[in-house]
C-alpha cells in the first residue's frame, strides 16, 4: 500500500508555523523507515505530528485485531479504574467515544441497568452488546441529537484524531449543560512525551498539555475542572530517556535500527542505559511533578 502524507495547520489555532521537536518512524510494525516529525506550534504550543498520513492511508498502521480482546479480566480491572474518574451513575446517558466492541459501556451497564449507553467508532464494524445504540463513524458525523448526552467518556483517543478539535466541538453540542467529558491522554510535556520516544507514532497524531487542553476547553464552551497524573490507569513513565541519549551518544540511529545495522558495542550501551532508567525511573515521581505520561481530564459543559 502506498502512503499518502499530508502537511496540516494547528489544529488549534490554524497556525502554519512550527518547530520540530524530534523525528521517530513508525517502531512496531515497521511498515517503512520513514521518521515522522513531531513538531510544536509556535503560536499556541499544540504537539502534533506533521506530515502525517492521510485519513485513508492511517488504516496501514492498525492491524485487523487492534480492537479485540478487551473484555477479559485485565481490561475489567482498567474499567473499575476508568468508572472512578466518573460522576455517580444512575440512569444517564453515557457516551464513549471509540468505544472498539462496546465492553466498557457493557461494564457500567451490569451495575447500572437504567443507563442509556452510545457508543461511537469509526474502526468497529459492530458492538456486541444489542443495548448499545452504535453509530460506525467519526463522532462528528454520529447522529446524537444535541444537548442529549449526560457523560461523555474517552480513554486514549484524542491522540489517535486527525481533527480533534472536530470531535471537542461534537461532545460540547451533545452533551447538556452542566454535562461532564472525562477522557485520557498523552501528555506532551513529560519526557515519556519529549525524550523517551515511547509515543506511538505515527498512530499518535496530537500530543496534549494542560496548556493547550484549557485552549481548547475555552474554545467550544468547556470549564477545564481538574486532571489526574497518577498511575492506577497506565504507568508511562519516561523509561528510555536515558537508554536513547547514550545510543544516540554513540552513533545510533532510526534508520540503522531499521535496516538492523547496530552500532558497536549497542548492547553494552542499552544495558548501561536501560540500568540508569530503572534507577531515575524506580519510582513515580513523575506523577507527583505533573509530568507523567498520560492525563486523565474532566471538562465541564458550560
Known amino acids: 500500500m502506498k502512503i499518502q502524507l499530508e502537511h496540516i495547520p494547528c489544529d488549534l489555532c490554524g497556525c502554519e508555523t512550527y518547530t520540530v521537536r524530534y523525528r521517530k518512524p513508525d517502531t512496531w510494525l515497521r511498515i517503512n523507515q520513514f521518521e515522522f516529525p513531531i513538531v510544536e506550534c509556535t503560536q499556541c504550543q499544540l504537539v502534533y505530528l506533521n506530515p502525517r498520513p492521510t485519513q485513508e492511508s492511517m488504516g496501514a498502521y492498525?492491524?485487523?485485531?487492534?480492537?479485540?480482546?478487551?473484555?477479559?479480566?485485565?481490561?475489567?480491572?482498567?474499567?473499575?479504574?476508568?468508572?472512578?474518574?466518573?460522576?455517580?451513575?444512575?440512569?444517564?446517558?453515557?457516551?464513549?467515544?471509540?468505544?472498539?466492541?462496546?465492553?466498557?459501556?457493557?461494564?457500567?451497564?451490569?451495575?447500572?441497568?437504567?443507563?442509556?449507553?452510545?457508543g461511537?467508532?469509526?474502526?468497529?464494524?459492530?458492538?456486541?452488546y444489542d443495548f448499545v445504540e452504535f453509530h460506525q463513524c467519526v463522532l462528528p458525523e454520529a447522529p446524537i441529537a444535541p444537548h442529549s448526552v449526560d457523560i461523555a467518556t474517552a480513554w486514549a483517543v484524542f491522540?489517535?484524531?486527525?481533527?480533534?478539535?472536530?470531535?471537542?466541538?461534537?461532545?460540547?453540542?451533545?452533551?447538556?449543560?452542566?454535562?461532564?467529558?472525562?477522557?485520557?491522554v498523552t501528555n506532551s510535556e513529560s519526557l515519556y512525551?519529549?525524550?523517551?520516544?515511547?509515543?506511538?507514532?505515527?498512530?499518535?497524531t496530537y500530543h496534549?498539555?494542560?496548556?493547550?487542553?484549557?485552549?481548547?476547553?475555552?474554545?467550544?464552551?468547556?470549564k477545564y475542572t481538574k486532571c489526574s497524573y497518577e498511575k492506577r490507569l497506565w504507568d508511562p513513565t519516561g523509561r528510555g530517556t536515558y537508554l536513547y541519549k547514550l545510543l544516540f551518544m554513540f552513533g545510533f540511529t532510526w534508520e540503522k535500527w531499521?535496516?538492523?545495522?547496530?552500532i558497536p558495542f549497542q548492547k553494552l550501551i542499552a544495558k548501561i542505559g536501560r540500568k540508569i532508567d530503572n534507577?531515575?525511573?524506580?519510582?513515580?515521581?513523575?506523577?507527583?511533578?505533573?509530568?507523567?505520561?498520560i492525563i486523565i481530564v474532566e471538562f465541564t459543559k458550560k
Open 193 to 204: 512525551g519529549r525524550k523517551a520516544y515511547v509515543e506511538d507514532i505515527p498512530r499518535h
Open 258 to 262: 531499521y535496516l538492523k545495522k547496530n
Open 279 to 293: 534507577f531515575v525511573f524506580r519510582t513515580h515521581w513523575e506523577a507527583d511533578k505533573r509530568a507523567s505520561g
Open 62 to 118: 492498525y492491524p485487523k485485531d487492534y480492537h479485540e480482546d478487551r473484555n477479559d479480566d485485565g481490561f475489567k480491572a482498567r474499567y473499575k479504574i476508568q468508572q472512578d474518574y466518573l460522576p455517580a451513575l444512575s440512569n444517564q446517558v453515557i457516551l464513549d467515544i471509540g468505544c472498539a466492541r462496546g465492553d466498557f459501556l457493557n461494564f457500567l451497564k451490569e451495575q447500572y441497568p437504567a443507563l442509556r449507553t452510545i
Open 120 to 128: 461511537v467508532d469509526y474502526f468497529s464494524d459492530k458492538v456486541s
Open 208 to 222: 496534549f498539555s494542560e496548556h493547550s487542553l484549557k485552549q481548547y476547553a475555552e474554545k467550544f464552551g468547556f
Open 159 to 184: 491522540e489517535h484524531l486527525h481533527t480533534p478539535g472536530d470531535y471537542f466541538k461534537k461532545v460540547s453540542e451533545v452533551l447538556k449543560p452542566g454535562g461532564t467529558f472525562v477522557f485520557l
